[in-house]
């Protein structure tokens, strides 16, 4: 029986697909002049009761491990909606990509896949931010483009971005499920 009486547990195939950004990332920088940031989150919605709390023992344990070893630094916030992010930097794009990727499995273990909402890696591309969001739900990336101090953002790039970036990445096709995603905390790491 589920821990979180969660739905049923997903397909590798669509598990895995956070790390395609990992192996597009060297064309993304060389060739469409997409630049990591050096950070990138996950987020969730926070559970209750024992069995999450072993959940969040076991992801931040993860987080520690990773920053023995690879020097990953991390930090937990809780954003002003009440969503928990896990915000990773690093230098090596690989390590952000993979320290998401063991969290997320670590909900999805757990029978908590349906708490996870998003991880976002944040680019910059000719001056302008640029946040490659994967969501757990579809398994699928694309891009959200926010317009700097204010709440709106740059369509025409996002669509430009999604169409250059579809060779590499699952790019989600219902423009209907590109939510924006604003104030992510990536000034914690």
């Given at each position: 029986?589920?821990?979180?009486?969660?739905?049923?547990?997903?397909?590798?195939?669509?598990?895995?697909?956070?790390?395609?950004?990992?192996?597009?990332?060297?064309?993304?920088?060389?060739?469409?002049?997409?630049?990591?940031?050096?950070?990138?989150g996950?987020?969730?919605?926070?559970?209750?009761?024992?069995?999450?709390?072993?959940?969040?023992?076991?992801?931040h344990?993860?987080?520690?491990?990773?920053?023995?070893?690879?020097?990953?630094?991390?930090?937990?916030?809780?954003?002003?909606?009440?969503?928990?992010?896990?915000?990773?930097?690093?230098?090596?794009?690989?390590?952000?990509?993979?320290?998401?990727?063991?969290?997320?499995?670590?909900?999805?273990?757990?029978?908590?896949?349906?708490?996870?909402?998003?991880?976002?890696?944040?680019?910059?591309?000719?001056?302008?931010?640029?946040?490659?969001?994967?969501?757990?739900?579809?398994?699928?990336?694309?891009?959200f483009?926010?317009?700097?101090e204010?709440?709106?953002?740059?369509?025409?790039?996002?669509m430009?971005?999604?169409?250059?970036?579809?060779?590499?990445?699952?790019i989600?096709?219902?423009?209907?499920?590109?939510?924006?995603?604003?104030?992510?905390?990536?000034?914690?790491?």
């Open positions: 029986m589920p821990l979180f009486g969660g739905g049923k547990g997903k397909s590798a195939s669509k598990d895995d697909a956070i790390l395609a950004i990992a192996v597009a990332e060297p064309t993304l920088s060389g060739s469409l002049q997409l630049y990591t940031t050096g950070k990138a996950l987020t969730y919605k926070p559970g209750s009761g024992a069995a999450f709390d072993e959940l969040e023992h076991e992801v344990g993860l987080l520690h491990s990773g920053q023995q070893a690879n020097g990953t630094r991390y930090a937990v916030e809780t954003d002003e909606y009440g969503y928990r992010w896990v915000l990773l930097g690093d230098e090596q794009f690989e390590d952000l990509a993979m320290g998401l990727y063991v969290v997320g499995q670590s909900f999805i273990e757990r029978r908590a896949a349906d708490l996870l909402l998003a991880a976002v890696f944040p680019f910059t591309h000719q001056g302008k931010e640029v946040h490659w969001i994967f969501t757990y739900k579809r398994g699928n990336f694309y891009p483009a926010p317009v700097p204010t709440q709106r953002r740059d369509n025409e790039l996002e430009e971005l999604a169409a250059k970036v579809a060779e590499h990445l699952p989600e096709k219902r423009l209907e499920q590109w939510f924006a995603l604003w104030g992510a905390p990536f000034d914690a790491v």
